[in-house]
């Protein structure tokens, strides 16, 4: 069993910043992956946003923000951040972590086997 919780979801203007983070507790050291979708929407129905190997070397991003979004990982504390800078109204979404593997197809929500319940950003002026 694992548990994930997303934190530091909010509101912020355009161009501006926000970190989100990931507590991870379970028995292992995970790979993780982020994806965002629309309130309301069902999780399945959102879109890669970055994915992040067991030991970060590994690194991916959705094109739409590379540039943007670090992900980043701590595994002594268990946790895992998502930078995001120049922020964009498009970007207002409910983010979630997930827990897959190394080796798995990582932009496929069938990938993945645990969630936390989702922060939720909002991005306006």
């Known amino acids: 069993q694992v548990t994930l919780v997303e934190s530091g979801g909010g509101l912020v203007q355009p161009g501006g910043s926000l970190r989100l983070s990931c507590s991870v507790v379970?028995?292992?050291?995970?790979?993780i992956g982020w994806f965002r979708h629309a309130p309301g929407q069902d999780r399945d129905t959102g879109e890669f946003?970055?994915?992040?190997?067991?030991?970060?070397?590994?690194?991916d991003y959705a094109d739409s923000v590379k540039g943007r979004f670090t992900i980043s990982r701590d595994n002594d504390k268990k946790m895992v951040f998502l930078e995001m800078n120049s922020l964009k109204p498009e970007d207002t979404a409910v983010y979630s972590c997930?827990?897959?593997?190394?080796?798995?197809?990582?932009?496929?929500?069938?990938?993945?086997?645990?969630w936390g319940p989702g922060t939720q950003v909002t991005v306006s002026s």
């Open positions: 379970g028995r292992s050291i995970y790979a």
């Open positions: 997930g827990v897959t593997s190394d080796y798995s197809d990582h932009r496929a929500h069938f990938e993945y086997t645990y």
């Open positions: 946003v970055a994915f992040i190997g067991r030991n970060a070397g590994n690194t």
